[in-house]
Nanobody, 124 residues
Framework: QVQLVESGGGLVQTGGSLRLSCAAS????????MGWFRQAPGKEREFVAA?????YYADSVKGRFTISRDNAKNTVYLQMNSLKPEDTAVYYC????????????????????WGQGTQVTVSS
């Protein structure tokens, strides 16, 4: 089993930055597909970014967000810059032991493990 714990969320003004962390335990996730999803109130969970041996981004965050991993720390990060009010959501880290590709990395049902989420609020 893999346990995921997110941190780094908070309140930030429009144009600000935050860095989310997702610390994994239980297994080494260096070969796992790691993803970030988010869910705003009243909306469905949506894909944000993922990393295998390459990175994937939703169009809405491309150029503003960067996903990375530190295998020595078994941790994945999401650097979020130029934040907008529409980025407000609970952000979830997800992991799957397979090396997903294509559209599959954007599908929440493909991921076996999930964190509890961290709230990101961007004020206007």
């Amino acid at each position: 089993q893999v346990q995921l714990v997110e941190s780094g969320g908070g309140l930030v003004q429009t144009g600000g930055s935050l860095r989310l962390s997702c610390a994994a335990s239980g297994r080494t996730v260096s070969t796992y597909t790691m993803g970030w999803f988010r869910q705003a109130p009243g909306k469905e969970r949506e894909f944000v970014a993922a990393i295998t041996w390459i990175t994937y981004y939703a169009d809405s965050v491309k150029g503003r967000f960067t996903i990375s991993r530190d295998n020595a720390k078994n941790t994945v990060y999401l650097q979020m810059n130029s934040l907008k009010p529409e980025d407000t959501a609970v952000y979830y880290c997800a992991a799957d032991r397979r090396s997903l590709s294509g559209n599959r990395v954007t599908m929440s049902r493909e991921y076996d493990y999930w964190g509890q989420g961290t709230q990101v609020t961007v004020s206007s």
